[in-house]
C-alpha cells in the first residue's frame, strides 16, 4: 500500500485528500478527477461567479423562471427537504441576512431591527416556486445559496469517485467536513479531532470513522463581538438574529451532506437540537453554550 | 419523487411577520433518518446501482471477443469466433442511445446436426446488430426505450423492434417494467428444404426491481412468447415441429452486497414452460469478490434441468417417426441436466479503461436430469467459451 495525499484550495478554503492504495498511479488519477469534480461544483454553483447557475437564478429573482438541470433540481429538493424536516429554519434563501450582517467588519456594527426586518422580509424558501425543471424566486432581492449544502455534497462525490475507481482507504477533508471512502491501509479507522470551539489548534473531542461523514457547524467560523457578547454567522431566518444555544454541533452520518446539513439544522434549532439529532438516527456531540459538552440521550 | 414537484410550487403560507414568527412545527416529529433517506436522491453521493432512476451520465464503448467450441466424446464439433462491438453514449442529460454489432464465423459441424448427422461441415457467418433510445422523464418518474436489431446470416434473416416502458416508485427504490417485442424470421436453407419460410413471434414482458436495503435488490420478470411459422430445423432429417409456440418464463434474481468482504452474492432461478412439452428449471449463483489493485474475480455456477419436448423421440432415429406428425431427434428438446462453471475476473485499469477475462465450461448429461430420468441414449456436451471485454468510459 502506498500513501498518497493531496491538499488544494477551492470554495474558498483548504482541502485535503488522503487516500491509501497499492497502485500510487491509481491513487493520483482517481484524486485528480475528484478535485476537478470539486472544481465543477464550485464553478457551478458560487454566488461569487457571475456564469455561475446561483448567480443565474438570483440574477432573475423576481422575473422569469430558471431552467434547471437535474443534479441542480436534485439540490433544490434536498434543501426543500432539509427546511420541511426542520419545521422552516434550514432556509436556503436566508444567506440575504449577510447584508445586514457584515461580519468582517471592523469594528463591528449591530444591524439595526428594522434593517434586520426588511431584510427578513427576503427569506422564506416556502415562497420559491420550484420545480424539477425551474425555478423561481418571486421577489426581487432575494437569494439562494448552496453554501450549506455543496462543500458536504462535494465531499460525498469525492468519495463516490474514488470508490468508483476501487480505491478502498482514503479520507477526503473539504474545509473541515470530513468523509471516509474507507478505513486506513491497515484497517484501522481514521481518528478525526472535533475542533475546540474556542481553542482554533485544540480537539475537544474525536470520533473513530471507517466509513461515513462527519461534519461540525459551529459559531467560530465567522462572528464578531459586541459588548461581550457574540454574535455569529448562523442565522435563524425568522428572526434575522444568530443562535446562541450551542458553540458547536459535529454529526455523524454514512454522508456528508447529511452530517452537514443535521449539524447546521441542530445549530437553528437551539434547545429542540437533541431530540432531532436522535430522531434522524445520527451520532452527534455538542458543545453547548457553557462549553459543556452533550451526546444522545443515553450516551454518558 | 418528482411528479409531486409541480405541486410545490406556489405553497401559501400566509404573510411573514419578521421576528414575531409562529414556533415551528416541532422538528422533532420529523420521519427517522429521513434526510440520510432523501440525501440518497442526490446524484453521485453513494456508489449504488439501485438509484438508478436517470439516465447514465457516463458513455461506454466496449469491444470484446468470445470464443466458442463444443464437443462430444470423441470428437470437436463447432467453433465460433465472435468480436463484438458496444457503445452507450449519453446525448444528453435525459437521453441515452447503446447499440451494438457482433460477427460471428462458425466452423465445424454444426449444433444443427447434433447427433443425427450427414458429418457434413459447415462455415458460416453471422453479422447482427442492434439499436436502443431510452429517453428518460425523471420528473415523472419513468423511462421510455425504443429498440431495433436485425441479424444476418446465409439462409437466416431476423429482424425485430422492441418497446419498453419503466416506471419508478417515488422513492425510487422500486421500478417496473413492461416490455413488448415482435420479431419476423426469414428462413431460406441452403439445402432447399425450407424454402421463403418465415416465423413472426411477439413477446411481452412484466418486471419488477425492488431495492430491499441499501445493500440488496430484488429482480423479478415474467416473460410470454407467443409465435408461429416455421419452427423445424430444416437441415435435419425428417425434423418437423408445431407451427406455433408459446413460451412462459419466469425469471427472479436477488443481488445482496457485503460491505465486510467487499462482495457482492448473486443468486438466480428461472422456471420456464414450452408450448412444446418441456419445462425447465435453472439456478444460478455467483460470487463478485472485490480485491485490492482494482481487482475483481467472480466465480459463478449455474444448473439447468429440462423435460423432453412431447415430438422429440429418443435414438436410434428415425425411430417412432410416423408420417404426418411431428418429430425430431435435435437433443436440445430431450430431457437432460446441465452444468455451467465459470469464472470472470476484471480489472480496472487507468483513464477508465477495464478488463475482463471470462472462461466457462459447461456440460450436459442425461443423467443429471432433476426429478426423473432423462433421455436414453445421448451423449454428453460439453462446450467452453472463453471471452475478453475491453472497456473505457467516458
Redesign the interface.
Known amino acids: 500500500m502506498k500513501q498518497f495525499r493531496q491538499t488544494f484550495r477551492a470554495m474558498g478554503t483548504e482541502h485535503e485528500i488522503e487516500l491509501a492504495a497499492p497502485d500510487m498511479e491509481v491513487a493520483r488519477r482517481a484524486a485528480a478527477a475528484a478535485i476537478a469534480d470539486v472544481r465543477r461544483i464550485e464553478a457551478k454553483y458560487s454566488r461569487y461567479r457571475d456564469d455561475s447557475v446561483t448567480a443565474r437564478i438570483n440574477a432573475a429573482a423576481g422575473g422569469t423562471p430558471v431552467a434547471v438541470d437535474t443534479e441542480t433540481a436534485a439540490l433544490l429538493r434536498y434543501a426543500d427537504q432539509c427546511h420541511a424536516l426542520s419545521g422552516g429554519l434550514f432556509d436556503i434563501t436566508s444567506g440575504v441576512l449577510r447584508r445586514v450582517w457584515d461580519f468582517k467588519r471592523d469594528p463591528p456594527v449591530l444591524p439595526a431591527a428594522d434593517e434586520i426586518a426588511a431584510t427578513v422580509a427576503l427569506v422564506g424558501w416556502a415562497d420559491v416556486e420550484w420545480s424539477a425543471k425551474s425555478v423561481r424566486l418571486p421577489r426581487a432581492g432575494m437569494e439562494i445559496d448552496f453554501g450549506g449544502i455543496g462543500k458536504e455534497y462535494a465531499a460525498d462525490r469525492v468519495a463516490t469517485i474514488c470508490l468508483e475507481r476501487g480505491l478502498r482507504h482514503g479520507l477526503v477533508n473539504l474545509g473541515g467536513d470530513v468523509r471516509a471512502i474507507g478505513p486506513q491501509a491497515d484497517g484501522s479507522p481514521w481518528r478525526v479531532g472535533i475542533r475546540h470551539p474556542r481553542r482554533e489548534q485544540a480537539a475537544v473531542a474525536g470520533f473513530d470513522l471507517a466509513t461515513g461523514a462527519l461534519a461540525t457547524s459551529g459559531d467560530y467560523e465567522r462572528y464578531f463581538e459586541v459588548a461581550g457578547r457574540r454574535y455569529c454567522h448562523i442565522l435563524n431566518p425568522r428572526t434575522g438574529m444568530p443562535v446562541t444555544h450551542w458553540q458547536s454541533i459535529s454529526v455523524v452520518s454514512p454522508l456528508c451532506v447529511v452530517a452537514g446539513s443535521c449539524a447546521t439544522i441542530a445549530m437553528l434549532l437551539e434547545a429542540d437540537a437533541p431530540a432531532f439529532l436522535d430522531t434522524q438516527g445520527v451520532q452527534w456531540l455538542g458543545v453547548a453554550a457553557d462549553g459543556t459538552l452533550r451526546g444522545p440521550a443515553g450516551d454518558a | 419523487m418528482?411528479a409531486t414537484?409541480?405541486q410545490?410550487?406556489?405553497?401559501q403560507?400566509g404573510p411573514?411577520v419578521?421576528?414575531a414568527?409562529s414556533r415551528?412545527?416541532?422538528?422533532?416529529?420529523?420521519?427517522?433518518?429521513?434526510?440520510?433517506a432523501?440525501?440518497?436522491?442526490?446524484?453521485?453521493?453513494?456508489?449504488s446501482a439501485a438509484h438508478a432512476q436517470?439516465a447514465p451520465d457516463k458513455g461506454i464503448v466496449e469491444l470484446q471477443y468470445l470464443n466458442y467450441r463444443d464437443w462430444q466424446p470423441g470428437r470437436d464439433r463447432m467453433q465460433v469466433h465472435a468480436p463484438a462491438f458496444y457503445a452507450l453514449v449519453p446525448l444528453n442529460?435525459?437521453t441515452v442511445i447503446e447499440g451494438g454489432m457482433v460477427y460471428d464465423h462458425m466452423s465445424g459441424a454444426s449444433p444443427l446436426y447434433f447427433n443425427v448427422l450427414s458429418g457434413a461441415t459447415i462455415g458460416d457467418y453471422r453479422t447482427a446488430g442492434d439499436l436502443k433510445v431510452t429517453k428518460y422523464y425523471?420528473?415523472l418518474g419513468y423511462a421510455v426505450s425504443l429498440g431495433g436489431f436485425v441479424s444476418s446470416e446465409q439462409d437466416f434473416l431476423s429482424r425485430g423492434g422492441s418497446v419498453t416502458v419503466q416506471v419508478y416508485s417515488e422513492d425510487r427504490n422500486r421500478s417496473w417494467s413492461l416490455g413488448f417485442s415482435g420479431t419476423n424470421d426469414r428462413i431460406d436453407s441452403s439445402n432447399g428444404v425450407a424454402v421463403d419460410q418465415s416465423r413472426n413471434s411477439l413477446e411481452f414482458l412484466v418486471g419488477v426491481t425492488q431495492a430491499l436495503s441499501a445493500n440488496s435488490i430484488v429482480q423479478s420478470n415474467l416473460t410470454y412468447y407467443t409465435g408461429h411459422g416455421y419452427y423445424s430445423d430444416p437441415y435435419k432429417t425428417l425434423d418437423t415441429r408445431p407451427t406455433a409456440r408459446q413460451i412462459w418464463a419466469w425469471l427472479t434474481r436477488l443481488n445482496q452486497y457485503f460491505?465486510g468482504p467487499?462482495a457482492t452474492l448473486k443468486l438466480g432461478y428461472r422456471f420456464l414452460s414450452d408450448s412444446f412439452g418441456s419445462t425447465s428449471n435453472m439456478f444460478e449463483v455467483a460470487w463478485v469478490q472485490?480485491l485490492?489493485?482494482?481487482f475483481t474475480v467472480t466465480p459463478g455456477l449455474r444448473y439447468a434441468t429440462q423435460s423432453a419436448a412431447d415430438f422429440y423421440m429418443n435414438p436410434p432415429f428415425p425411430k417412432g417417426y410416423k408420417e404426418g406428425q411431428d418429430y425430431s431427434a435435435d437433443t436440445r428438446l430431450a430431457a437432460w441436466g446441465a452444468i455451467t462453471a465459470g469464472v470472470i475476473v476484471g480489472k480496472?485499469l487507468?483513464?477508465d479503461w477495464a478488463i475482463a477475462l471470462r472462461a466457462d465450461y459447461y456440460r450436459q448429461d442425461p443423467d443429471w436430469r432433476l426429478g426423473g430420468s432423462g433421455s436414453p441414449g445421448i451423449k454428453t456436451f460439453s462446450a467452453r467459451w472463453l471471452q475478453v471485454d475491453l472497456t473505457k468510459s467516458f
Open positions: 418528482a414537484d409541480g410545490r410550487k406556489r405553497r403560507r411573514r419578521p421576528g414568527a415551528p412545527r416541532r422538528a422533532d416529529a420529523a420521519p427517522a433518518g429521513a434526510l440520510l432523501a440525501a440518497l436522491a442526490l446524484p453521485g453521493v453513494m456508489p436517470s442529460d435525459t425523471p420528473e460491505p467487499d472485490a485490492p489493485w482494482g480496472t487507468w483513464d
